[in-house]
């Protein structure tokens, strides 16, 4: 039941048309709803909106991906509040401002607040769970590869498919007795397995959401590259800059990242161009990937567009999904592969919803949260949460 900045200024007239009091800065639903509504332009002061000396447990959602609010998580950890967060700007930013999130991790010793990211790579998928219960097993991981992209995945499976893949839709269709649901929600005429140009796939993951409010961000492999310094992070790997990675990445187009372009209408030189590229891929039995990996004994991270034979987990990957393999000690014969979709409202919502019942199953104070189901629904009460809504386009 809270409510983020974008509703700040019409609940707030609703409240003060209702109580008859004059305009106020902050605004505070008491007993059955508990939220706290802060103009963006306080970003900086949102914990002492939040914080409730009649609460012990103080949490805040980040749903955004803000760079400016990434730079806040800091500042919540050390006033004690907890990070819910599916926001990775913080994690990825200079080395300076990672540092200081670990110390304000490590503020108040074992009281200190909790920053659950598990969000922050793969959306709903259980990637960094993953990789934290291999590591505290006492294996050891000594590669990370996979497609960590949504809108790469899709762009790149449509220009170019394997062959025959509609027989896997078929087969699905007929084997789950009604539980697959075909490919995306794409136009009845479309077939997802016949190769579209590059402009026509942009096109497409622009209409289905799978794309950053400015598409660059995804060509330009900022995002991919803001996924591996949270990986790497966790492998202790910690002196990475995310300009190193980016720059030295292998891009569908690089000459899309430096002029200015309508991305509805991209120029047919650049379709020409990739096309020249998917194509001798397919001479060679091959389809083109869009595959980022972290070599740990090396140190080093790559982002790279490789030839994948057909029949390769990552040339049949669904459009649209993700799909990362761990290379341990114990999985030594083959790695431990994760896959599926990771965009999405509800993927992402329940997965930051298990990072909060996960934070709370420690807690054994009277005043922490509790959950109410009703059917496949669920509400949390007793507790005092912000909320930062994604962008529009999320």
């Not at 807690?363 to 922490?368: F, L």
């Not at 507790?383 to 809504?389: E, F, V």
Request: one cysteine or more; a negative charge; glycine letters at 6%.
């Amino acid at each position: 039941d809270s409510i983020g900045y974008n509703d700040y200024e019409l609940a707030q007239e609703e409240m003060e048309a209702k109580s008859g009091q004059a305009p106020s800065s902050k605004i505070t639903f008491n007993e059955e709803k508990v939220a706290q509504i802060v103009p963006s332009s306080r970003l900086n002061s949102l914990h002492t909106f939040l914080f409730r000396t009649d609460y012990s447990n103080h949490v805040i959602f980040d749903c955004t991906n803000d760079e400016e609010v990434g730079k806040r998580h800091a500042d919540w950890l050390k006033a004690g509040i907890n990070i819910v967060t599916a926001n990775n700007m913080g994690l990825s930013g200079p080395k300076s401002q990672r540092d200081e999130l670990e110390r304000a991790e490590k503020t108040m010793g074992k009281n200190s607040a909790q920053y659950l990211r598990g969000v922050t790579v793969g959306g709903g998928l259980p990637i960094i769970s993953t990789m934290r219960s291999l590591l505290q097993s006492g294996d050891r991981i000594r590669r990370v590869d996979g497609i960590f992209s949504t809108s790469l995945s899709f762009i790149m499976f449509r220009i170019s498919p394997p062959s025959d893949i509609s027989a896997c839709s078929k087969f699905d269709e007929s084997f789950s007795k009604g539980a697959f649901h075909g490919d995306l929600n794409l136009q009845a005429s479309t077939d997802i397995g016949q190769a579209c140009s590059f402009s026509q796939a942009v096109k497409e993951a622009i209409a289905l959401g799978l794309m950053e409010e400015d598409p660059t961000n995804d060509l330009s492999n900022e995002y991919t590259s803001r996924v591996l310094m949270v990986l790497a992070r966790e492998l202790g790997m910690v002196d990475l800059e995310l300009s190193d990675i980016q720059n030295g990445s292998d891009k569908v187009v690089e000459s899309i990242l430096h002029t200015s372009v309508d991305y509805h209408n991209l120029p047919k030189e650049m379709d020409e161009q990739v096309k020249k590229r998917v194509d001798a891929a397919k001479s060679r039995g091959c389809v083109l990937r869009h595959i980022a990996s972290i070599n740990v004994k090396e140190r080093s991270v790559e982002i790279k567009l490789v030839e994948v034979p057909e029949h390769h987990v990552f040339a049949v990957n669904s459009p649209s999904c993700e799909c990362v393999r761990f290379f341990t000690h114990r999985h030594m014969a083959y790695p431990l592969t994760i896959q599926g979709p990771s965009a999405g409202a509800d993927s992402t919502a329940s997965a930051l919803l298990a990072e909060l019942l996960q934070l709370m199953r420690g807690k054994s104070s009277p005043r922490s949260v509790a959950l109410s189901r009703s059917g496949s629904s669920a509400s949390l009460r007793s507790s005092s949460i912000g909320y930062l809504p994604p962008s529009p386009t999320k």
